[in-house]
């Protein structure tokens, strides 16, 4: 067993334990007991050495807690783990990652880091500049330094948690100490991002001897405390609210290609509170139709028991079986080894694995694989758990209140003979509200998803330059009537776009009133399909340079929403093509502008 010391678990060689955990290992004890008992020594070390503490009430250490973040989560969670070092006497802060240089890194001495990956393994938009300063050869050096960090991912994609393993190697390769080894959290973040940050704060608590109430300060690079975040909502992933859908109204017209969709829910006593900017998360339920398709190819019933409920209504409210999961590609790779499958697999070729099972699902790939398919035992534990899928609200709270409004396209397609649809867009139009299932008439589960870094400026008078063709107009509707309701003076402009005018202009009387009232001063429209020469946003956006920098300038806010795989590329290539034509200073000195403006967060995203 390991020897026990004042400050913690010492081992042999009577330095603390590798995870930092006050009970050793191989103790005999309950879960229960071992939390009661790792706070009663963690409190009788602070004890000990309160002497080690500033006078008067200070910190006895800060922890500077960095965050990078694409919806919000990691902000969440350091904020969260701000409230958790204070709590145990440690001063702390929350900073974003692009605020903090290698150098101001140097200066610290315990850092934490929350961040999620964007994409293929990219790094969240708040931590792109942080990287390449990290990454970059004439990085300082960072003995001085103790670390942890904490990743936010999918397992679904192939790079998972790519963004904190890369900054946890980094680190690590120019001398900083972990303090705690990395987590990697999946899409069910919350039990391993609370337990990573319990275990971390208790273990730097125990060796500073920290004084519960202590009051937080600075940080150690010099950065001022935030204030402790707000009291979070009730309602969350685990815990979600039944909101009625009272709108659900086609934005499109029938003849369009697209089937875009505009919805009202109610908050009703919920008491959530939300600001333009933010996301509404939806929990879906999967097609009836489909969950009996796969029941009977399972030759099922539905009844069996999955897991304490039956196999219908886990393969319902409790499964993806509309994307096929990584695991399942593989197994069924493996089963089937002549399938197509198997072969794209076999070809190393994500690209064309990837644009074969864009519209498939798990009913296709079981049907594919034929007598080699797994059956309902082997199947579950293949299948992800079913994830509610984030909106950005279109809505304002002070020109809506007590409702969210959502803007949302339906996805359906046929493949063979059979029709799909995406799981959340096809049960808010088809399944919610007017089913006979009780649950569904009820309403939606949802929950609210904070995103503080996309909103609308505080000052009034600043410009705002808007980008989201298609449904990435959906927070800028939202902007607009937020202004309006503020009486703001600053301009505003939107490039909007799609495919056809006649048949996809959304929300075009709403845009014609806020223009006709002086809240949207400019408005940018490109239909790609119109005329013979495809036209883009990122089309108008370069012949209108002149006045786009001249915006800049004035220190308008860039705002843009959408498609992350060719749209917003596009749109910031498009930008940089701007800010380089009117500054005549070449590619680098456009680059560097732009990273000022971000830094600066007058150019934020809201892509997916």
Request: aromatic content about 6%; some cysteine; glycine content about 10%.
């Amino acid at each position: 067993m390991t020897l026990l010391s004042p400050t913690g678990p010492l081992s042999p060689t009577g330095s603390l334990s590798p995870t930092g955990s006050l009970i050793p290992a191989d103790a005999p004890f309950s879960a229960e007991q071992e939390a009661w008992l790792a706070g009663f020594i963690a409190g009788i070390s602070a004890a000990g050495r309160r002497d080690a503490a500033a006078p008067g009430g200070a910190p006895a250490a800060t922890v500077d807690i960095l965050f990078g973040t694409q919806t919000g989560t990691a902000e969440l969670l350091a904020g969260e783990a701000v409230a958790g070092a204070r709590a145990r006497g440690l001063g702390a802060t929350a900073t974003p990652l692009d605020d903090i240089t290698p150098e101001r890194l140097a200066a610290s001495s315990l850092l934490l880091i929350v961040v999620s990956t964007y994409g293929e393994g990219e790094m969240p938009d708040n931590a792109g500049l942080f990287w390449e300063a990290l990454a970059a050869d004439g990085a300082p050096r960072l003995e001085g330094l103790r670390y942890a960090v904490l990743g936010l991912g999918d397992r679904g994609y192939d790079d998972f948690c790519g963004a904190a393993k890369l900054i946890d190697t980094r680190l690590a390769g120019l001398g900083a100490v972990r303090l705690h080894d990395r987590v990697d959290c999946d899409v069910d973040y919350e039990e391993p991002a609370a337990a990573w940050t319990a275990t971390v704060l208790d273990r730097l608590a125990a060796e500073t001897g920290a004084t519960v109430g202590a009051t937080a300060g600075a940080s150690a690079n010099g950065a001022a405390a935030p204030e402790t975040p707000a009291t979070r909502s009730p309602w969350n992933k685990r815990n979600p609210y039944r909101s009625r859908l009272l709108v659900n109204r086609l934005l499109s017209s029938p003849q369009s290609a697209k089937e875009i969709r505009h919805y009202e829910f109610d908050l009703g006593d919920s008491g959530i509170t939300y600001q333009a900017g933010d996301a509404l998360a939806v929990v879906p339920v999967n097609d009836d139709a489909l969950v009996g398709a796969l029941l009977d190819h399972l030759g099922a019933h539905g009844d069996e028991d999955a897991g304490g409920q039956p196999l219908a209504e886990a393969l319902r409210t409790g499964r993806e079986i509309r994307t096929p999961s990584k695991d399942l590609v593989a197994e069924l790779a493996e089963r089937a080894p002549s399938s197509d499958l198997a072969a794209l697999v076999a070809r190393g070729d994500k690209s064309a694995l990837d644009a074969w099972l864009d519209r498939r699902d798990v009913l296709d790939l079981l049907r594919d694989a034929g007598s080699a398919a797994p059956g309902t035992a082997e199947l579950l534990p293949l299948l992800r758990p079913l994830t509610a899928r984030q909106y950005s609200i279109s809505s304002s709270p002070l020109a809506h209140p007590g409702r969210i409004h959502l803007t949302v396209a339906s996805v359906r397609y046929d493949t063979g003979d059979r029709r799909h649809g995406g799981v959340a867009s096809t049960y808010l139009a088809d399944r919610l509200g007017g089913g006979a299932d009780g649950a569904d008439a009820a309403g939606a589960a949802v929950y609210l998803q904070p995103n503080a870094s996309f909103g609308v400026p505080a000052d009034d008078d600043t410009p705002m330059i808007m980008i989201g063709p298609g449904t990435g107009i959906a927070p800028f509707r939202g902007f607009l009537h937020e202004r309006a309701a503020r009486g703001a003076a600053g301009r505003n402009w939107l490039f909007f776009g799609d495919q056809h005018r006649a048949t996809d202009f959304v929300y075009e009387d709403e845009l014609a009133q806020l223009r006709d009232r002086g809240v949207l001063t400019r408005l940018d429209l490109a239909f790609s399909r119109d005329q013979a020469e495809k036209v883009y946003v990122q089309t108008r956006m370069r012949e209108q340079a002149r006045e786009l920098y001249g915006w800049l300038e004035d220190g308008a806010y860039v705002y843009v929403c959408g498609d992350a795989s060719r749209m917003a590329k596009d749109v910031e290539a498009a930008l940089l093509d701007v800010i380089a034509g009117r500054r005549g200073r070449g590619a680098d000195d456009a680059a560097r502008y732009l990273a000022d403006l971000r830094r600066a967060k007058r150019y934020v995203r809201d892509v997916y």
